[in-house]
């Protein structure tokens, strides 16, 4: 016979362990010479048998994470739905474990641990912080597939590379996964223009100086650090949802469900500053100033950031003008 799963004889072990103290406190004790259980063995040989069961099982590997990156004001949120809404897949919006950014209106937050312990009376360090976020990814990763459910993390890469002036140290979210955990992950860009558009607009502009050759050469590095993983323009998703969204399921091995590619906006979702309609479409890109312009055409970065995603360039163009580099051809990123 097959023994059971370890983290199933963990459970039984624990209960036979209660069962047999409750005993032994009652003085009935649970001995080899006590009543035989159900088994036709006594509760110690059981306990034993269990013990040995457990010892030679092989240890459950650690189950699969899959994980999306990209910067915001790219379109990552209808991104995000559209992949959330598939079935049984668990989505966790914005996850970053090092984010000192705040939002004034959220610093009651009793039930997070490690936001606590980050603004305690004594701060916790780094390798606690990440101690914490290992544990809990752990906890809903298995909990996940025991459930037959699929947990995608959502990344918020602006916390590592748009805040203050310069990229952060901490290691990021993908490394931080793979390092722990069977990892399948995806990357999504849009123009940088309207992305640098979208974040005028909402006042994120937390880099210095907020120059768009700034912002640019902070998204190369993203690139740089994330150049092995496939990537997915926004662009293209909007052009043919269904078969971009199928793609991106088949890199992330999620079920893919086209009737589910119209996005839920009842559900709320940290990072929800986009859209507001259920309709996925492309639309027109916002006014572009007179200075931005001039932006655009002195920025190194910027230009040699659009030519690795087959951006036009120019404000004036529409946004795709090649095709994706493929991952065999980024040397330089």
Same mark, same amino acid.
């Given at each position: $016979?097959?023994?059971?799963?370890?983290?199933?004889?963990?459970? %039984?072990?624990?209960? &036979?362990?209660?069962?047999? /103290? $409750? &005993?032994?406190?009652?003085?009935?004790?649970?001995?080899?010479?006590? *009543?035989?259980?159900?088994?036709?063995? /006594?509760?110690?040989?059981?306990? @034993?048998?269990?013990?040995?069961?457990? #010892?030679?099982?092989?240890?459950?590997?650690?189950? =699969?994470?899959?994980?999306?990156?990209?910067?915001?004001?790219?379109?990552?949120?209808? +991104?995000?739905?559209?992949?959330?809404?598939?079935?049984?897949?668990?989505?966790?919006?914005?996850?970053?474990?090092?984010?000192?950014?705040?939002?004034?209106?959220?610093?009651?937050?009793?039930?997070?641990?490690?936001? &606590?312990?980050?603004?305690?009376?004594?701060?916790?360090?780094?390798?606690?912080?990440?101690?914490?976020? @290992?544990?809990? +990814?752990?906890?809903?990763?298995?909990?996940?597939?025991?459930?037959?459910?699929?947990?995608?993390?959502?990344?918020?890469?602006?916390?590592?590379?748009?805040?203050?002036?310069?990229?952060?140290? @901490?290691?990021?979210?993908?490394? +931080?996964?793979? #390092?722990?955990?069977?990892?399948?992950?995806l990357v999504?860009?849009?123009?940088?223009?309207?992305?640098?558009?979208?974040?005028?607009?909402?006042?994120?502009?937390?880099?210095?100086?907020?120059?768009?050759?700034?912002?640019?050469?902070?998204?190369? =590095?993203?690139?740089?650090?994330?150049?092995?993983?496939?990537?997915?323009?926004?662009?293209?998703?909007?052009?043919d949802p269904?078969?971009? +969204?199928?793609? %991106?399921? @088949?890199?992330?091995?999620?079920?893919?469900?086209?009737?589910?590619?119209?996005?839920?906006?009842?559900?709320?979702?940290?990072?929800?500053?986009?859209?507001?309609?259920?309709?996925?479409?492309?639309?027109?890109?916002? *006014?572009?100033?007179?200075?931005?312009?001039?932006?655009?055409?002195?920025?190194? /970065?910027?230009?040699?950031?659009?030519?690795?995603?087959?951006?036009? *360039?120019? /404000?004036?163009?529409?946004?795709?003008?090649?095709?994706?580099?493929a991952s065999?051809?980024?040397?330089?990123?």
């Open positions: $016979m097959t023994p059971p799963p370890p983290h199933l004889l963990k459970q %039984a072990l624990h209960h &036979l362990n209660l069962a047999r /103290s $409750m &005993l032994d406190q009652a003085g009935l004790g649970a001995s080899d010479q006590g *009543p035989a259980t159900l088994t036709g063995m /006594s509760p110690a040989a059981l306990l @034993e048998e269990c013990r040995s069961l457990l #010892a030679d099982s092989p240890v459950c590997p650690a189950p =699969m994470v899959r994980s999306l990156h990209h910067m915001a004001c790219s379109g990552g949120t209808l +991104i995000a739905r559209m992949l959330g809404a598939q079935a049984n897949v668990r989505l966790l919006s914005e996850i970053n474990p090092f984010s000192t950014q705040l939002d004034k209106r959220q610093l009651f937050r009793p039930s997070d641990v490690s936001f &606590l312990a980050r603004h305690g009376t004594r701060p916790v360090d780094q390798a606690t912080l990440l101690a914490l976020f @290992e544990a809990e +990814i752990r906890v809903l990763a298995t909990r996940s597939h025991q459930t037959g459910h699929i947990l995608l993390l959502r990344d918020h890469a602006h916390s590592a590379y748009c805040l203050r002036t310069g990229p952060q140290k @901490e290691p990021r979210l993908h490394d +931080i996964l793979k #390092a722990r955990f069977p990892v399948r992950a999504t860009t849009r123009h940088p223009l309207d992305c640098y558009l979208g974040l005028q607009a909402n006042n994120w502009l937390h880099f210095k100086p907020a120059t768009l050759e700034e912002y640019a050469r902070r998204v190369r =590095m993203f690139l740089h650090d994330h150049r092995d993983l496939a990537v997915l323009r926004y662009e293209d998703i909007l052009t269904p078969a971009q +969204i199928s793609r %991106a399921c @088949e890199v992330l091995g999620l079920p893919f469900d086209p009737a589910a590619l119209a996005p839920n906006m009842s559900v709320t979702l940290s990072g929800d500053s986009g859209r507001r309609s259920e309709q996925v479409g492309v639309r027109p890109r916002r *006014p572009v100033s007179g200075a931005l312009r001039r932006m655009v055409a002195r920025s190194p /970065s910027y230009i040699k950031l659009c030519g690795q995603l087959g951006y036009a *360039p120019a /404000s004036d163009r529409p946004p795709v003008a090649g095709p994706l580099p065999a051809d980024r040397s330089d990123w």
